[in-house]
């Protein structure tokens, strides 16, 4: 089996951790050694799992290492990224066994993804990568979600929509079909987004409306 590491050891690291074991039991692939995290003492054990370190270790590690960013802000994932300098790791896509598909001829899903149980995608999607889709999800047709973005649970996307690089969707929310979500845009939780939202706002309420807006991802 392939050596595999999270880094992020919060909720949503030990829910990755469950993943993995959850794609062992039904395939066996990954030897989950343990966590890397800048914020959590090396040494300490969680949910079985050891912290390694963090970034200075992960960059010190001289053998091929597989790793996931368990982190759902999509800007501290990018900069995650760009910290891990070490030609040793690679991001592998992480798909949980109950997750639904049409033919997998016509769905593209770039690397370091991680995609929880339930899902749901239909046909003819691309998503790129870095992107996190958590629990109950379901992507329609023709849909385009670009890299960074990031999916709380029980969100529903329809068909034919673009949804921009760094874009977090809460949990509940329900994007119409034929619309763009921009760049770095957050959309609250239970939002039902029924018309394009510009990049670079936060959209609440029903139908979804920018309340503010922030500052160019630098």
């Known amino acids: 089996m392939k050596k ?6 919060g909720g949503f690291g030990r829910e990755v951790t469950m993943l993995i074991e959850q794609i062992n039991a039904n395939k066996p692939e990954w030897d989950l050694i343990g966590f890397y ?11 079985d799992y050891i912290v390694l370190g963090g970034m200075e270790e992960l960059n010190e ?5 597989a790793v996931a960013i368990a982190v759902g802000d999509p800007k501290l994932k990018k900069k995650i990224h760009d910290s891990i300098l070490n030609a040793h790791i690679f991001y592998p896509t992480l798909i949980h066994p109950t997750v639904i598909t049409g033919n997998r001829k016509f769905l593209s899903i770039g690397q370091g ?25 379901s992507v329609g047709h023709d849909t385009i979600i670009k890299d960074y973005a990031s999916f709380m649970p029980a969100v ?3 068909g034919e929509v673009i949804i921009g ?16 979500i921009g760049r770095e845009t957050i959309v609250g939780a239970g939002a039902i987004v029924s018309n394009s939202l510009p990049e670079k ?9 920018p309340i503010k807006f922030h500052e160019k991802h630098s």
Do not use: H, M, R, Y
């Open 113 to 137: 993804c991680i995609i929880g149980p339930g899902n749901i995608f239909t046909v003819n999607i691309q998503i790129g990568d870095f992107v996190i889709l958590s629990i109950f999800c």
């Open 201 to 209: 706002c936060t959209a609440v309420g029903v139908p979804a409306k």
């Open 37 to 47: 995290d800048d914020a959590a003492e090396k040494g300490t054990w969680i949910n």
């Open 61 to 65: 590690v001289q053998e091929p290492l």
């Open 4 to 9: 595999i590491a999270i880094f992020g050891c």
């Open 165 to 180: 690089e760094f874009v977090f969707v809460g949990t509940g929310a329900k994007i119409i079909n034929q619309i763009e």
């Open 156 to 158: 529903n996307i329809s």
